[in-house]
């Protein structure tokens, strides 16, 4: 079946810096992904969709200079927290469909958890 | 996407059928009823989907009313390893754009 990879799965940083993670498609092409953000104890918030070769559609209330989607090709799309704050602690999960039949799933990364101190 | 409600909880024994409950009464014609699960710090997983009639995997069986105002997933014999938050999500099926989730149903399998 499809597999979506994300890298990395953990990652402690100092406020004020920056962090990349990466999500790719392995076996498929994607020309969207979706970036979700979830806080303990809480569901999956979708952050942005992210649409290869254009802007990502950021939801309300996310700060589109502060989380940056880059969805350079068709399996590989990445989000980079700038000037991290520990507020920005959180788990973030990404995830790609296959196809847009009625019989294709969403595959999700196994998350990356992200530490800020 | 039609709005679903869930239980907050359930406990089920191991060995045993765990079924978990959805109430989706503003589903449209369309919109077919997918369940996803999420275990502790992993993504989400793709259980199984339905549109009205019965549908059966290796992993679960989806049981919807013939009004299609809410549905049953069924794990036939709960291990362990089914510990997780069960999400019900209602969208119609070709949609392209991502799932929203709800909070679900956090199941505990216990020995």
């Known amino acids: 079946g499809a597999v979506v990879s994300q890298h990395p799965s953990r990652v402690i940083c100092k406020s004020g810096t920056s962090v990349k993670i990466e999500c790719r498609s392995l076996?498929?092409?994607?020309?969207?992904m979706f970036w979700y953000r979830q806080f303990p104890k809480q569901s999956l918030m979708l952050m942005a969709t992210s649409n290869e070769g254009s802007k990502a559609t950021y939801e309300q209330g996310v700060e589109k200079d502060k989380f940056l989607i880059n969805h350079a090709s068709l399996t590989l799309s990445t989000l980079t927290v700038t000037s991290a704050h520990p507020e920005d602690s959180s788990f973030y999960i990404c995830?790609?469909?296959?196809?847009?039949?009625?019989?294709?799933?969403?595959?999700f990364g196994s998350g990356t958890r992200l530490t800020v101190v | 996407d039609a709005k679903t409600t869930q239980p907050p909880s359930m406990d089920c024994a191991e060995g045993r059928a765990a079924n978990l409950p959805c109430n989706h009464s503003?589903?449209?014609?369309?919109?077919?009823v997918y369940w996803y699960r999420q275990i502790h710090s992993q993504g989400p997983q793709y259980i199984i989907h339905?549109?009205?009639n019965n549908e059966t995997n290796e992993m679960a069986s989806l049981i919807i009313t013939e009004d299609r105002k809410s549905s049953t997933l069924i794990l036939p014999h709960a291990t362990l390893r089914d510990t997780a938050v069960y999400y019900c999500i209602v969208r119609v099926g070709q949609a392209g754009t991502a799932l929203i989730f709800g909070k679900g149903t956090t199941l505990s399998v216990s020995s």
């Open positions: 339905g549109l009205k």
């Open positions: 503003t589903i449209s014609g369309n919109e077919y």
């Open positions: 076996d498929f092409q994607a020309t969207t």
């Open positions: 995830s790609a469909r296959e196809g847009t039949g009625v019989n294709y799933g969403y595959t």
